[in-house]
Nanobody
């Protein structure tokens, strides 16, 4: 069974940090581009970050550049999203996804595996 299990969400004050984890099972995570998406209340799901399979290069949405870092641990078959300097507008449900390419708008329909989502709430 192909799946992701996500963890790490929670309530954090503005300026704080969280690290999200996305553990893959049923496939080798390193063979695929892996993306993080988020969905705020009442808004569409949007791409946040992606890490390529071939060279490990990374993409970030402009809204999170310099604050978020995507990474992966091949031995643990797990991807991570380190989120620093969090803002209230970062609030939402975060999903990891196995995608065919890191141009997430172009490849959104190719997502075959989604995580269950983890809620991040940034509030004082």
């Amino acid at each position: 069974q192909l799946q992701f299990v996500e963890s790490g969400g929670g309530l954090v004050q503005p300026g704080g940090s969280l690290r999200l984890s996305c553990a893959a099972s049923g496939f080798t995570l390193d063979f695929y581009p892996i993306a993080w998406f988020r969905q705020a209340p009442g808004k569409e799901r949007e791409g946040v970050s992606c890490i390529n399979s071939v060279d490990g290069s990374t993409n970030y949405a402009d809204s999170v550049k310099g604050r978020f870092t995507i990474s992966k641990d091949i031995a643990k078959n797990t991807a991570y999203l380190q989120m620093n300097s969090l803002k209230p507008e970062d609030t939402g449900v975060y999903y990891c996804a196995r995608i065919n390419g890191c141009d997430w708008n172009r490849h959104y329909a190719t997502v075959e595996v989604w995580g269950q989502g983890t809620l991040v709430t940034v509030s004082s």
